[in-house]
């Protein structure tokens, strides 16, 4: 499943970035990486995404979301 | 393990518990990812001894400014530092201009420090404690340098848990203990929007202390050259485990329940109060409305509210100070002189030219400030990234490009909203093709007299044309010398939403117009002697210095011996050449001076030409074979892409350089001469 694929409020947890090398590798060096555990905050226009990951928020275009493959993590608490 | 301050691990510096021993000529650099309020802190630090440069060989704007300690309680000395406000990165493996300037004089300071031991300089690492995982991998690199360096930790009032409860709201001398004892360096937590609040006078003191005993991040290699750092995946994923390491430290002494990093854990994530807005901004339907709501407003601001200043202005400087100055030289015996032109309608008007700008340039730089310090900033960018993705720019360039529809000059100054430098110069180029309001006058002019029953279908004609010619040589650039400008991945990291600071904002904004003053407001001026000299000097005929009809002038000859070159398009007649020059100097006198070279007087309407709209369609009849109608068309076309207004110009080459300056004047000449000509023969053939 992708990002873009996932309702608002949904945990989740990143399961790969399909992103060319060093757009990935930059990804990463911000904080969102495999095993990263994420939270949908918001839905925008034109398919973008914003993502909540250790306390900052993301937002990502529809196509760069669309390459983020994650799964559905049940939250603590 | 402990969190707090042993022999090796120091306590979190709030007070004098350090000693200023650090010679002061050391230089300081703040390093930090973007919105992490390190301007803020470093406005804080200088106050007005700041000033804005380009790093060098680049047009990547640069602060630097003095930090003057106060002498402390402990009997320390005051000291004065040169301190650097580098441009913001999230890593030292640098993807930009930007970024390059700020990861190439850490490697230089590294360097320094290898060679001089203590002797070459601080850098403050600016932590964000809303984000600290994403600090601390930046602080890991800084530290693999082996560069002295002190820690900042900034936004403590936002950082408050995922529980969002009040609890959860952190003691700043808590986390900054948390986080001192596992990194071994001070750890300064500071608040310089509220400078009582401080931590000001602990990061002097945490600075001069690392200046004269430097020490290591604990757990974080031996010094090794920026360029080794992280080059491949491996090598990040150690420092990745080491703030991870870091991050799970700070969470235990923390304790649970402190609200710190809580999702890491997979945590329920409860809404805060910038997600709410954001329900709102960001939302698919309201957010591009609000996007362009506010784009609305900076335009009325930049045109509507600055107006009646720069009205004012020039109402006081060509009035009681012209008059003033053409006194006290007439109490002298030069008041008919060639000395009373050149100082009243060469350099006063040239000081007056930029006076009338100050208004309209404040006024953007100040709303830029509180779009950016409110955190909407960030909120643009993502709205409007679609709209720009097809010329390879950030969405915030779309603010800029709107806004150079009322004036080129603060668009310009808009364009420092974009991260990086090539898409900043792009946009920058692309700016003068915008039609701003002063050409506005020139279309309604043109089109009441050879089109009145249409006129307002030409004019808006003129602003599709306008959009057309923005988005064609973007992407002509785009696919040229801009090659290298791509579409990069979205990827905006939002700052938390916060109120401006007042202080802070006019700070910034009394820079920057310190900056444009001493940057283009001399070419400005420089260019308007240059122009008097012109009109002063005859050509032909025997006249007096600075007595010279303008037919008479060099400056009439130029247009002469320019007119033929504009024949082809239709309008290759002395007045229209004439008026073209004006044009350079400002649109908004292309009217008057047609005005002036058909001896008639200037319309109060330029709706109504008048007499003025008889002498133009006559003599654009004439230079045309008889298609006035096409001729008017070809010389609004030309008015719209030749070359901006002089001021837009010297800003311009302040920004950008000289280089890519004169290279896009070039360029906007040829081009619309191209297009005027083909707008005429088409128009001919109709």
Redesign the interface.
């Known amino acids: 499943m992708t990002l873009p694929e996932s309702p608002r409020g949904a945990?989740l947890r990143v399961t790969g970035v399909r992103?060319p090398a060093?757009?990935a590798?930059?990804?990463?060096?911000?904080?969102?990486?495999r095993g990263t555990?994420a939270?949908v905050?918001?839905?925008?226009?034109?398919g973008?995404r914003?993502i909540?990951?250790?306390?900052?928020?993301?937002?990502?275009?529809a196509?760069?979301a669309a390459?983020i493959d994650v799964e559905h993590?049940e939250?603590?608490? | 393990m402990s969190c707090h301050g042993n022999a090796s691990v120091p306590a979190p510096i709030r007070s004098g518990t350090a000693t200023a021993t650090g010679p002061d000529a050391l230089p300081v650099l703040l390093v930090g990812g973007p919105n992490v309020g390190k301007s803020t802190l470093f406005n804080a630090l200088t106050g007005a001894r700041q000033r804005t440069t380009n790093a060098p060989g680049t047009t990547v704007e640069l602060a630097t400014g003095t930090w003057r300690t106060a002498a402390g309680s402990t009997g320390d000395s005051a000291v004065e530092r040169m301190i650097l406000d580098l441009p913001g990165t999230?890593?030292l493996?640098a993807?930009s201009s930007d970024e390059l300037v700020t990861a190439d004089a850490v490697r230089d300071l590294a360097q320094s420090f290898a060679e001089l031991s203590s002797q070459a300089g601080v850098v403050v690492v600016v932590m964000d404690a809303?984000?600290?995982?994403?600090s601390l991998?930046l602080l890991a690199q800084v530290a693999e340098t082996g560069v002295p360096l002190v820690v900042a930790l900034t936004m403590l009032d936002l950082?408050v848990g995922?529980s969002d409860s009040p609890r959860a709201a952190l003691e700043p001398d808590a986390l900054a203990a948390a986080l001192a004892a596992p990194l071994g360096v001070p750890v300064v937590p500071v608040d310089a929007r509220h400078r009582a609040a401080g931590g000001l006078s602990a990061l002097a003191l945490a600075v001069n202390d690392v200046a004269a005993h430097p020490r290591r991040v604990t757990g974080i290699g031996a010094p090794r050259a920026v360029a080794d750092v992280?080059q491949d995946?491996a090598h990040?994923e150690t420092l990745?485990a080491w703030v991870e390491r870091v991050t799970a430290q700070v969470t235990t002494c923390l304790g649970p329940g402190s609200g710190?990093?809580?999702?890491?854990?997979?945590?329920?994530?409860h809404?805060t109060y910038?997600?709410r807005v954001?329900?709102v901004l960001?939302?698919?339907?309201a957010?591009?409305p609000v996007f362009l709501g506010v784009v609305w407003l900076l335009f009325e601001l930049t045109t509507k509210f600055a107006a009646p200043l720069q009205a004012l202005i020039s109402h006081l400087v060509n009035g009681p100070l012209a008059s003033a100055v053409t006194s006290a030289l007439g109490l002298v015996g030069l008041g008919d002189s060639w000395v009373r032109g050149l100082l009243v309608d060469g350099l006063l008007v040239g000081v007056g030219t930029v006076l009338t700008f100050l208004p309209v340039m404040a006024v953007m730089f100040a709303a830029l400030g509180v779009l950016e310090d409110s955190g909407y900033l960030?909120?643009a960018a993502?709205?409007a990234?679609?709209a720009m993705?097809s010329l390879g720019l950030d969405g915030r360039a779309l603010l800029p490009l709107i806004v150079g529809f009322g004036c080129n000059l603060p668009a310009l100054a808009a364009t420092r909203t974009l991260p990086h430098a090539r898409q900043r110069l792009l946009t920058g180029l692309l700016i003068p093709l915008t039609s701003c309001s002063a050409r506005l006058t020139v279309y309604v002019l043109l089109a009441g007299a050879f089109f009145p029953a249409h006129a307002g279908t030409v004019i808006f004609a003129m602003y599709l044309v306008s959009v057309m010619l923005v988005l064609g040589a973007g992407l002509v650039l785009r696919r040229s010398v801009f090659r290298d400008v791509r579409a990069?991945?979205?990827?905006?990291?939002?700052p938390?939403y916060q109120r401006p600071h007042l202080r802070t904002l006019g700070m910034s904004v009394r820079m920057r117009l310190g900056a444009f003053v001493a940057g283009a407001g001399k070419i400005i001026v420089v260019t308007m002697l240059a122009i008097w000299v012109l009109m002063a000097f005859p050509a032909t005929g025997q006249h007096a210095l600075g007595q010279v009809p303008v037919a008479d002038s060099l400056y009439g000859r130029a247009a002469s011996d320019i007119a033929p070159v504009l024949a082809p398009a239709g309008f290759g007649n002395d007045h229209a050449a004439a008026a073209l020059i004006t044009g350079f100097v400002a649109k908004e006198v292309v009217v008057g001076s047609f005005a002036q070279s058909y001896a008639v007087a200037k319309p109060p309407d330029a709706a109504r030409a008048g007499g003025l709209g008889e002498q133009l369609r006559v003599s654009f009849d004439e230079s045309s074979g008889g298609h006035g109608g096409a001729a008017a068309l070809a010389f609004m076309v030309f008015v719209l892409a030749y070359t901006p207004c002089v001021a837009t110009l010297a800003e311009q080459r302040r920004l950008f350089g000289w280089r890519p300056t004169a290279s896009a004047l070039l360029a906007q000449l040829a081009g619309a001469w191209v297009l005027a000509v083909l707008v005429f023969q088409v128009g001919v053939r109709l």
Do not use: C, K
């Open positions: 945990h992103l060093a757009d590798f930059r990804l990463n060096e911000m904080g969102i990486r555990l939270h905050t918001q839905h925008a226009a034109f973008g914003v909540a990951v250790a306390g900052s928020r993301y937002a990502l275009d196509q760069t390459l993590v939250p603590l608490g | 999230y890593s493996l993807r809303t984000a600290l995982p994403r991998y950082a995922a992280g995946l990040a990745f710190w990093a809580p999702d890491t854990s997979g945590q329920r994530v809404r910038s997600d954001d329900t960001l939302n698919p339907w957010g591009i960030a909120r993502f709205v990234d679609r993705r990069e991945p979205l990827i905006l990291v939002l938390a």
